[in-house]
């Protein structure tokens, strides 16, 4: 069976800070990669997707970079953390064509301060 | 205007009453559509998905569809204090799901 694993549960990071969230995906092949962020009392906001190795599709301009350097892994990194990075990120994966849904990692609740 | 839309609630059912959670959607693109239940400091969990017009019923669960309304709904039968979580609706499009910003649902036993 398919799970994904997030890492870590919680970070608490002063402004300025890098960063380094990694998801990775055992049990499936080439896999759709996802991450979202979820501020709080709001609704989940694409940040990055992956179709494929080295492959990156950006929604929103902001202060955050996404990488795929291997097949089931994705990695969330920033440079220098703001205090608006702060919220719940989540990663997701999804079998390419499948008409069922996304499935959640077990998220990271990132504060910046 | 906002690409999946929920009304934020709350939303205050008694047990063993209906729940009826909205969504509407303005990309007439989309082509499925998800149910996500998300309890507080957790990750959200799939409930359901359709993607053809009508309804569809799992258990408890009813997930309805009109493409033409570009609307979606979920009805919760007999609800329970278990079921008390923000509802997030989700629409597919190409390779992306975008989500509204969930509607928060409490059943009073």
């Known amino acids: 069976s398919q799970t994904i694993h997030q890492w870590p549960a919680t970070l608490v990071q002063p402004v300025g800070s890098p960063l380094s969230l990694e998801c990775t995906v055992e049990?499936?092949?080439?896999?759709?990669l996802y991450w979202y962020r979820q501020a709080a009392g709001r609704g989940l906001q694409l940040l990055f997707y992956?179709?494929?190795?080295?492959?990156i599709s950006s929604e929103v301009p902001q202060n955050l970079s996404a990488s795929r350097p291997q097949d089931r892994q994705f990695i969330l990194s920033s440079k220098k953390l703001l205090l608006s990075d702060s919220g719940f990120y989540l990663c997701?994966?999804?079998?390419?064509?499948?008409?069922?849904?996304?499935?959640f990692g077990s998220g990271t609740r990132l504060t910046v301060v | 205007q906002k690409e999946v839309e929920q009304n934020s609630g709350p939303l205050s059912v008694p047990e063993g009453a209906i729940a009826s959670l909205n969504c509407t959607y303005s990309?007439?693109?989309?082509?499925?559509f998800f149910w996500y239940r998300q309890y507080s400091g957790k990750s959200p969990e799939l409930i359901m998905f359709?993607?053809?017009?009508g309804d569809k019923e799992d258990g408890r669960f009813t997930a309805q569809l009109n493409k033409a309304s570009q609307y979606v709904s979920l009805l919760i039968r007999d609800s329970q204090p278990s079921d008390s979580a923000t509802y997030l609706c989700?629409?597919?499009?190409?390779?992306?799901?975008?989500f509204g910003q969930g509607t928060r649902l409490t059943i009073n036993p």
């Open positions: 992956s179709v494929g190795i080295g492959q």
């Open positions: 359709i993607y053809s017009n």
């Open positions: 049990g499936t092949s080439n896999p759709n």
């Open positions: 989700a629409a597919q499009r190409a390779q992306k799901l975008v």
């Open positions: 997701a994966w999804r079998k390419v064509q499948a008409t069922y849904g996304y499935t």
């Open positions: 990309d007439r693109g989309s082509q499925s």
